[in-house]
């Protein structure tokens, strides 16, 4: 059975408080979702207070999707999460570790990606067990975070449940420091892109352990289908420019009915400062299937069965729907009206 879980991105709840961001939490909790997963943003709602909210109220498993590796220096990541998990009763705490979306090296500067990623999960793992780091043995993180190399850091408490870790790079170094290093992955909104284009399986591969997957889909809905997917177009422009930059070919376009002549002119649209609405005209159907389960309640029930169908083929235990919708309290009434309640079903069938 194919697991539900819901990514909160935080910058898309800025108009919702905190108090009402915990009753939508509660809501898709009640109507079946297994985890909840919160993102890292700067600017927004600081992700560990978020969690010891949803920690204190809800009785289910949390994760973070992701938190991004240059924000938090490991020492202070680890004390938030050991904090955190005695909240958890138990449950487990799921810490997502990147580098974060593209925008992250216009927030902070951002070297050594796969060194940083392995560093922090090593370090980060021997701190979460009790045990003691010199950041000498780290040699990126000691000088990104100014921590003396040769001081001993330990945390002088024992924390709550169990925390596992998960690789949120996809990219095939990312998914080595996975195998070696921590216990599952998230993989991001290149998901159904990566399935149909022919890329995850030799991806799964490098993995290469049954370790917990966790596969994101970006889910956009509306009860009027034009609706739901007029709105995603905006989100889709930016993504179809982050598959060029992973270097997919003409040929892995046309596998998913993109003529890469479409891709050509969207991406000519982007290097001349096109955006807005302007930019979101140049997103075609083929685009918007290419990533996202958009559309009204019908039309997601049925893409859904394809996305159950691969992940259940790649080994993954979870889906984790983002997004949502353009008006969030719509997004999750349908969420939790329309779909999980299906979502069991469809499985079943």
């Known amino acids: 059975m194919i697991e539900a879980g819901l990514q909160l991105h935080l910058p898309s709840y800025r108009d919702s408080s905190l108090g009402r961001l915990l009753d939508l939490s509660r809501a898709v909790c009640e109507t079946g979702i297994d985890q909840l997963w919160v993102t890292d943003n700067l600017q927004s709602r600081n992700a560990f207070v978020v969690l010891a909210a949803l920690a204190s109220r809800l009785p289910v498993r949390l994760g973070t999707a992701v938190i991004v590796q240059y924000f938090r220096n490991p020492v202070d990541l680890a004390d938030s999460v050991a904090t955190i998990a005695e909240l958890m009763g138990g449950r487990e705490l799921s810490l997502g570790l990147s580098r974060g979306n593209p925008s992250t090296p216009n927030l902070v500067a951002s070297p050594k990606p796969v060194t940083f990623l392995r560093e922090t999960a090593q370090s980060l793992r021997l701190l979460l067990d009790g045990e003691t780091v010199r950041f000498g043995d780290y040699p990126t993180l000691a000088a990104y975070f100014n921590l003396r190399p040769d001081r ?12 596992k870790l998960y690789c949120g790079g996809n990219a095939p170094l990312s998914l080595q420091v996975a195998r070696d290093t921590m216990d599952g992955i998230v993989f991001g909104w290149t998901f159904l892109a990566a399935a149909r284009a022919g890329r995850l399986g030799p991806l799964m591969d490098v993995f290469g352990k049954p370790g917990p997957r966790v596969a994101e889909i970006k889910l956009y809905i509306d009860r009027d289908d034009a609706t739901a997917r007029a709105n995603c177009r905006h989100a889709v422009a930016g993504r179809i420019a982050g598959l060029f930059e992973r270097g997919y070919t003409d040929e892995e376009y046309t596998r998913l009915g993109i003529p890469p002549e479409d891709i050509e002119h969207l991406l000519a649209a982007v290097q001349n400062g096109m955006s807005g609405p302007a ?30 169908a691969i992940a259940r083929a790649h080994g993954f235990q979870q889906v984790m729907f983002s997004e949502l919708a353009h008006d969030v309290d719509l997004g999750v009434k349908l969420l939790c009206d329309e779909i999980l309640p299906s979502f069991v079903g469809d499985q079943s069938a």
């Open 279 to 308: 930019l979101a005209d140049l997103v075609t159907d083929p685009m918007i299937d290419a990533l996202f389960v958009a559309g009204d309640p019908a039309r997601c029930r049925d893409q859904l069965q394809e996305v159950i």
């Open 152 to 163: 001993p850091f330990r945390l002088n408490f024992s924390g709550g449940g169990p925390i």
